[in-house]
T-cell receptor
Framework: EPEVTQTPSHQVTQMGQEVILRCVPI?????FYWYRQILGQKVEFLVS????????KSEIFDDQFSVERPDGSNFTLKIRSTKLEDSAMYFC????????????FGAGTRLSVL | EDKVVQSPLSLVVHEGDTVTLNCSYE??????LLWYKQEKKAPTFLFML????IEKKSGRLSSILDKKELFSILNITATQTGDSAVYLC???????????FGQGTRLTINP
């Protein structure tokens, strides 16, 4: 069964460093999303991406964050200068055209900022 | 307000019991309500509900939406240890892409 793949599963970085989290969405999906879940808290929406541009973003998604679909299969989330409070599980999700609202999630990347 | 509230936050039962998980939501711009199961890996989709009173069923799991009272329930009958997980409720919003999640219910099934 097709699935959303995220790498790495765990990323440890120093405060102030840049990190890139990678996702391979399901191949025929056209809508892509990033969410994060701080330990013990709710899953929170960060950004949605369609047709090579951001279609919606939350207040969390400030200038430190960016997304890119560099090669037609990967979808990346970049955090330019990580802060301690960026430590969280980051989930990528995708959905096809037509199946509105049903988003398929990857297993997540646990980001630890030291 | 996009708030989604789940209850209980945690539930421990014995194998074979039936459980009911609750999810209430704000009405503003409601489009659909979704249930996901989150084990140690990816949240996996269970159900999407858009119409009131129509039960969705998959094996021992079922769910229903009440748009008048603004809540949904997820029922699991004859629970098994493999049902142990965090169950997430989320709503979608008219004119938006995002899902808004509740805090989840951690279900533990003891043998």
């Amino acid at each position: 069964e097709p699935e959303v793949t995220q790498t790495p599963s765990h990323q440890v970085t120093q405060m102030g460093q840049e990190v890139i989290l990678r996702c391979v969405p399901i191949s025929n999906h056209l809508y892509f999303y990033w969410y994060r879940q701080i330990l013990g808290q709710k899953v929170e929406f960060l950004v949605s991406f369609y047709n090579n541009e951001i279609s919606e973003k939350s207040e969390i998604f400030d200038d430190q964050f960016s997304v890119e679909r560099p090669d037609g299969s990967n979808f990346t989330l970049k955090i330019r200068s990580t802060k301690l409070e960026d430590s969280a599980m980051y989930f990528c999700a995708s959905r096809p055209v037509g199946l509105r609202d049903i988003q398929y999630f990857g297993a997540g990347t646990r980001l630890s900022v030291l | 307000e996009d708030k989604v509230v789940q209850s209980p936050l945690s539930l421990v039962v014995h194998e074979g019991d039936t459980v009911t998980l609750n999810c209430s939501y704000e009405v503003t711009n409601f489009r659909s309500l979704l249930w996901y199961k989150q084990e140690k890996k990816a949240p996996t989709f269970l159900f999407m509900l858009t119409s009131s009173g129509i039960e969705k069923k998959s094996g021992r799991l079922s769910s229903i939406l009440d748009k008048k009272e603004l809540f949904s329930i997820l029922n699991i009958t004859a629970t098994q240890t493999g049902d142990s997980a965090v169950y997430l409720c989320a709503r979608s919003i008219q004119g938006a892409q995002k899902l808004v999640f509740g805090q989840g219910t951690r279900l533990t099934i003891n043998p």
